[in-house]
Every structure is written in structure tokens, then in C-alpha cells.
């Protein structure tokens, strides 16, 4: 077997492990399998051999992305983890004899604090969310009912990650019989993560109810947030791609000034419990990483938080 054809074989293999062994996501599979092509790709123009490679070609092909094509760390970051994964488990399954990576110099990764929304900004996101009072009549041939069932989707939807802190996926992919009512209040949600790991995520009470309120109707096997299909009882969710077209635009509605993702609506639910007082491993659990280390970003206080603390010093 050439030694192309021999990666090739080795990636597959590594992705098939990460897909059904470790319960990656398809879009994580498909991220990775994108990177490793690009470091096969490195390697033919280089005329290495990928199983005889050394720390000193991980180098060089590091300084190559960021020296020669201008990527930026982060994302060299990635494509680096990416390459250690995939040569930890070559060398476990004794595809190579070393792990080029391992003692690699490795970009370091700049610490950010996350961006999340204050509580002003956040009352103003749900308020342009659930406006109907600019609705058209008809739009492409859908009536405004119809299209206030759409915004009335979203509108939920947001409130679910603003209550909840669940990732885009996670949230489009929940089905109504993962949810827990008792006596028509939804209580907490059943969430299978990444690398399938399950956890439990209560839910406040007043959003409880109203959540509990807006799934009765639906279907134990349907997803909460469901299309409905012509000629179908159920239909599948929209795309996180559309989610995040929908936010931004309603971001835009609202006058904020930042750029509202899904993601950040996570790190707003996150500052809020640590504004509640809740500790790192609290917050760590309800998110569903599984190093504490991920969690260590949401050390961050809010400024009137720092301000009652500087405010007792003597």
C-alpha cells in the first residue's frame, strides 16, 4: 500500500473511532477530516512520509499556515489538536512508532473573555424577539399567522439557551419526551452532549412554565423546535446555520451593540449563574465540559459586581 493511500486509510479509520466510539458529532468528524486533509496535503508538496514524520515538521508546518498563508492562531490552534489526536491514537493502534506532536512546540492559543450580554442587553433581545406588531400580512406567499409561528419558535428558542445554556446542536436536536413536566411545568431537560456524554439542566420556573405551556400539544418523538412539513404530523428542526441568520437579524432589530451568536447567549447563561453565586463546578455541569479548565473562562465579574467589591475595601 502506498503511503497515501495508507494516511487515507488511517483518517478513515481515526473518524469512524470518533464517530461511533467517542460519539463526535457529524460536523466535528467532518472539521477534522477537513484538517487532516490539509496536513496530507502539507506533506505530499513537502515529500514527507507521514508515519516517519518528526516534532520538526509539526513545527514547520505550523509556521507554513501562519508565516506563509496568514491563519490565525486560534484556528491553528485547532488544526494542531486536531493532528495530535489523530497521531495519539496512530501510535495506540500502532499505525506509527512515534507521536510527531507530542513534543512539538505549539501555538499558544490567546485567552479571551467571553462576550456576553448585560441585563439590559438581554431584556432588549427577548423584547425585538417577540415583537408581532411589525409583522406583514403576507410575505412569499405565507400568511401572518404562519409567520408569527415562526417568530414565536425563535422566540423560544432563544429563551431556551438564555435559560438553559445549551449549544445550538443541543437545542435544535431536543425532543419533547427530554423534557420533564410535572403538572404541565417543564422541570429540567435531558441532554446528550458532546463525545455522548448526558447530563441534567434544570430549568427556572417561570420560563418552566412557559415552555411546559408551549410543548403540551406536541408529540413525545417530535423535536421541540420542529418544522412542520406539508402533508407531515413533524418535521425536523431548522439549521443552526439559519438560527444564527435569524439572530443576527434580530440583533440588528434590536440596536445591540455586539455581535449576538447562539454561542454568546451561552456565555450569557453562564454569567448569570455566576452572578447568581454559583461555583465553577456548578456552572462546569450544567454546560457539559468535561475539563474544568473550559470552564475557568467565565471567571469574569460584572462591573457592578467588581464595583460592590472594591467599594468595602478600607
Not at 516534532?55 to 488544526?79: K, L
Not at 479571551?112 to 439590559?120: E, G, K, Q
Not at 409567520?147 to 431536543?174: C, T, V
Not at 411545568?185 to 420556573?205: C, T, Y
Request: aromatic letters at 10%; one cysteine or more.
Amino acid at each position: 500500500m502506498l503511503k497515501r493511500d495508507e494516511f487515507l486509510q488511517a483518517r478513515k479509520d481515526f473518524l469512524a473511532y470518533l464517530r461511533y466510539t467517542r460519539g463526535y458529532s457529524p460536523g466535528t468528524c467532518y472539521a477534522y477530516n477537513s484538517d487532516l486533509g490539509l496536513w496530507a496535503t502539507w506533506l505530499d508538496e513537502a515529500g514527507h512520509d507521514w508515519s516517519a514524520v518528526t516534532h520538526a515538521h509539526v513545527e514547520q508546518w505550523i509556521a507554513y499556515q501562519m508565516r506563509e498563508r496568514g491563519v490565525q492562531v486560534p484556528i491553528v490552534s485547532r488544526r494542531t489538536s486536531c493532528l495530535a489526536s489523530f497521531y495519539k491514537w496512530a501510535k495506540k493502534n500502532e499505525r506509527v512508532e512515534t507521536d510527531p506532536v507530542y513534543l512539538a512546540d505549539k501555538p499558544k492559543r490567546p485567552q479571551r473573555i467571553p462576550v456576553w450580554l448585560d441585563r439590559d442587553e438581554q431584556a432588549t433581545l427577548e423584547q425585538a424577539v417577540a415583537r408581532i406588531d411589525d409583522l406583514p400580512d403576507n410575505i412569499f406567499g405565507r400568511k401572518r399567522e404562519h409567520i408569527k409561528a415562526i417568530r414565536q419558535r425563535y422566540e423560544i428558542l432563544f429563551r431556551l439557551m438564555l435559560n438553559s445554556g445549551l449549544r445550538i446542536s443541543e437545542a435544535l436536536n431536543l425532543k419533547v419526551q427530554e423534557v420533564r413536566l410535572v403538572n404541565g411545568v417543564a422541570q429540567s431537560l435531558r441532554i446528550i452532549g458532546k463525545g455522548n456524554k448526558e447530563r441534567l439542566v434544570p430549568l427556572p420556573e417561570s420560563f418552566g412554565q412557559l415552555f411546559g405551556f408551549w410543548i403540551k400539544d406536541k408529540a413525545k418523538d417530535e423535536f421541540v423546535f420542529a418544522q412542520k412539513a406539508a402533508g407531515k404530523a413533524t418535521g425536523k428542526p431548522p439549521k443552526a446555520q439559519t438560527v444564527r441568520a435569524y439572530l443576527k437579524r434580530v440583533n440588528e432589530r434590536a440596536n445591540i451593540p455586539k455581535k449576538v451568536t447562539p454561542h454568546k447567549l451561552r456565555h450569557t447563561y453562564a454569567t448569570r449563574l455566576l452572578e447568581a453565586g454559583a461555583e465553577l463546578v456548578d456552572i462546569q455541569a450544567l454546560l457539559g465540559h468535561v475539563d474544568l479548565a473550559t470552564t475557568q473562562i467565565y471567571t469574569h465579574v460584572s462591573n457592578d459586581r467588581m464595583a460592590s467589591i472594591v467599594s468595602k475595601l478600607k
